[in-house]
């Protein structure tokens, strides 16, 4: 193996608002997704996919409310192959610095045979018509072919031939169902390349999903079959089974630079933090043996390893922990620590701050630190994201007291504040202090949504652990999620409850 450097650059097309955000239990508030598309505009994404304007309303304005703060990426929306959609993408990103168009339409005989019932002449038309729609107003259109790798070959050859003639500047391969295998995927790149006569007018790009847990392995092999573009998600949230893993993509690019030959311009020392937030605003976690990100992707437990790893980290590790931005060991903050180890800490985490949201910050660590000996990177990220993702607050918790024990029914004081100023309380008994605290709320804001989830988790380890409940709530067919955090398990709750209610009340 010789390093010569790499000879290629690769786009990194981050699909996590768009593909990951329709996963189930991943929707994001405006407030998060304009977080993340920051994120990921630190991290040097090329193009983030900000959403499907056509989809939703809320999908329009937060696809316009990202391309209006992003500068430094091109900012896509997905558009079926369809004038309405094709409007509203183009009013979606009309603020864009760098704005793109990615259409799509399906390829294959089944999505042709029953989702589409059209012909394969109709489909070349109705690409064409819709790549021709789209340069009327950007220049930056991308075109997939849905269900790519499902599709023949040769159709597909056809049929990027013909939406690059009408315009399209990049053209994208999805395996849309996580079906191919790695080498039979590559071929087919290689087979579209050989093949397309125009291609050389053209960026390829693929799309994989995970469905055989091969995303990852799909996109490296189609990037060493030549595609100059690769789509993926932190994390890999997205439909199903998820698609290819930001993360995973970038860090085999950089650590096998020597045998790919490419690299990306990806700031991998943002990696740990952008998966952090999308972990924390999603309320998905991250599995522990996840690689470059789970908590033990570089935990070394085996006592052979230890001694390898303390002779020379390289006997066991092929990246550093820092080159991903997990910080070295660290100053414990606790009660006693000042403003500076704080500030110096959040910039270390990546969420550094201003004046006078980091003096509200450094406010409630203060209260924390009072609770806890010890106050973690994961409990400042926790303050940070309460602080940060949330939308305006109708209802704020003022008190609560509960009663609770093994041969009594619990009941539930709670006052909580209107965003008017008035305090509102109300008691009701329940079958567990929580039910009773959630019937008491529902009292004061005379609506009973319907409780569909509730998970509660320790944020870290130790008796003094805080604790981050996740409740998602459903009324009339929409659903809302709400999140919180306290060193006391029921009030977590409590506040996840009024957080999931205050999403609700802002959507109406
Ligand atoms: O999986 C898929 O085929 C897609 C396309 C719309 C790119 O998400
Ligand atoms: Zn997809």
């Not at 977080?35 to 900000?50: D, F, P, Q, S, W």
Request: overall charge negative; aromatic content about 6%.
């Amino acid at each position: 193996m010789t390093n010569n450097g790499p000879s290629r650059v690769i786009d990194i097309f981050d699909t996590t608002l768009r593909d990951g955000e329709q996963a189930p239990g991943c929707s994001m508030n405006l407030q998060e997704k304009l977080e993340v598309a920051r994120r990921l505009e630190k991290l040097g994404v090329n193009i983030i996919e900000a959403g499907f304007p056509a989809s939703s309303p809320g999908d329009l304005e937060s696809v316009k409310a990202i391309a209006g703060i992003i500068k430094d990426c091109t900012v896509a929306g997905l558009c079926r192959s369809l004038e309405k959609d094709i409007d509203a993408g183009s009013e979606a990103l009309a603020k864009a610095a760098h704005p793109r168009i990615h259409v799509f339409l399906a390829t294959s005989p089944i999505h042709l045979e029953y989702k589409l019932k059209m012909t394969p002449d109709q489909m070349v038309e109705q690409a064409v018509a819709a790549v021709k729609y789209a340069k009327k107003f950007c220049s930056d259109v991308e075109f997939s072919a849905e269900d790519a790798s499902r599709s023949d070959p040769d159709f597909i050859c056809r049929v990027f031939k013909a939406v690059i003639d009408a315009g399209a500047v990049v053209v994208n391969i999805p395996d849309t169902t996580g079906y191919a295998m790695p080498e039979e995927f590559a071929g087919l790149v290689r087979y579209i390349k050989e093949h397309t006569l125009n291609i050389d007018k053209a960026k390829v790009s693929m799309h994989c999903h995970n469905d055989l847990g091969l995303a990852v392995a799909n996109s490296l092999a189609a990037v060493g079959a030549g595609a100059d573009q690769v789509e993926c998600t932190i994390n890999g949230i997205g439909e199903r089974a998820g698609n290819a893993s930001l993360e995973e993509i970038v860090m085999g690019l950089r650590v096998r630079k020597d045998y790919l030959q490419v690299d990306t311009r990806i700031d991998t020392a943002q990696i740990y933090a952008a998966s952090r937030l999308v972990s924390k605003v999603t309320g998905v976690n991250v599995q522990p043996n996840k690689a470059i990100v789970g908590e033990n992707a570089f935990a070394h437990e085996a006592g052979v390893h230890q001694h390898g790893v303390m002779a020379n980290r390289a006997t066991y590790e092929i990246m550093t922990p820092e080159s991903i931005g997990i910080p070295k060991n660290r100053m414990v903050l606790g009660k006693h620590s000042g403003r500076h180890a704080f500030e110096e800490r959040l910039k270390d985490l990546g969420l550094a701050l201003e004046d006078p949201a980091l003096e509200e910050l450094f406010n409630r660590f203060k209260i924390l630190a009072d609770k806890k000996k010890v106050v973690s990177d994961r409990d400042i990220e926790a303050l940070v994201m309460e602080n940060s993702a949330s939308t305006p607050e109708t209802y704020k918790l003022d008190r609560w007291v509960v009663n609770s024990g093994s041969s009594l029914s619990s009941t539930s004081t709670i006052r909580l504040q209107h965003k008017d100023g008035g305090f509102l309380e109300q008691v009701a008994v329940g079958h567990g202090p929580i039910d009773a605290s959630f019937k008491a709320i529902n009292q004061i804001i005379r609506k009973e949504p319907e409780l569909e989830n509730y998970e509660l988790k320790a944020i870290t380890g130790g008796e003094d652990a805080q604790g981050e409940t996740w409740v998602q709530i459903g009324r009339q067919g929409r659903h809302w999620k709400g999140r919180g955090i306290s060193t006391d398990v029921l009030e977590s709750s409590i506040k996840a409850y009024i957080a999931a209610i205050n999403n609700m009340e802002w959507f109406k």
